[in-house]
């Protein structure tokens, strides 16, 4: 497995970490690739039809793969297998900046949209449709599983033998930066998702969640960084060359723990307001013209109730 892992020579920097330097099996930044050149397929199709597809759309999508290239691909991929800081510099990127950015760009829209409805089509589209109506999706997708599944990415790795266990081979490495990619998606998906989905959620239920995992997630800085010793011995033995304090090395990952999520925190709660606000001004309009056309229904029923009470 050692043959599957390329750690720099050098001592860390940043002009060493933004070098490009993918190790021997790139798989995160291939799926990267293949995911924009997949979305951004789907957008000349859907235009092609004569249909119109946000721009915003496409540049949140494609941004986030070009984050999981980068932050998976470049030389800081491989000074993440010895340094705890960069380590979880790449796990806050993967679970809480790039999920937000795939999710705002409606994949799952843009592929009912772009996926014809008839030949090869059709197979994608009812393996779609059904994964995305199973029990299987209702289940991942339910609060009382993407908030606990998210606080384990954090509590449950670092706080337990679970990382040590699996961290040290590529395998396993790759297999937690997918898991932290795969537990952000399923966590922004009932938040930000503006397409159909197999669990029906209130936009104050939304709000809910946000705050519920909002604080809940730095307490681990806060631990990393009050620590008295090492937590991780996966961390214990970078190359001499590099000249690492450990302790230090910790803190930052601490730090990084405490801070990295705040702003990106606040954005989403900014998009979530407006589009709260959105959906509000939406369901007002329409009631109106309800009103407009039938008449308050409600309010006549009340004043109807209102004159049959006795008078004194």
Known sequence: MMDWIRLPEAAPSFGEMVGWAPQPLPMLPVIGILMAAWYCWGVHRVKASGRAWPWTRTASFVFGCVLLILVTGLAVEGYGYELFSIWMFQHLTLSMAIPPLLVLGSPGLLLLRSTPHSGWGIPILTVSLTALRSRTAKIL??????????????????????????????????????????????????????GPLPVKQSNLGRCFDLFVEMPLHVFIGVILMMATSPLLST??????????????????????????GEPIALIIMVVFAMRWKRDESFTNAAVDKKVAREGDVDLDAYNEFLRTLPRR
């Open 141 to 194: 997708l339910h609060p009382g599983v993407t908030i606990p599944l998210f606080l384990f990415s954090y509590y449950g790795i670092y706080l337990s033998p679970v990382f040590d266990l699996v961290a040290r081979s590529w395998i396993g490495h790759t297999g937690l930066e997918l898991f932290f990619l795969a537990t952000g998606v399923l966590f922004i998906v009932p938040v930000l998702s503006s």
């Open 235 to 260: 961390f214990t033995n970078p190359p001499a060359s590099w000249n690492v304090d450990l302790m230090a090395d910790q803190q930052m990952a601490g730090a990084l723990a405490w801070s990295y």
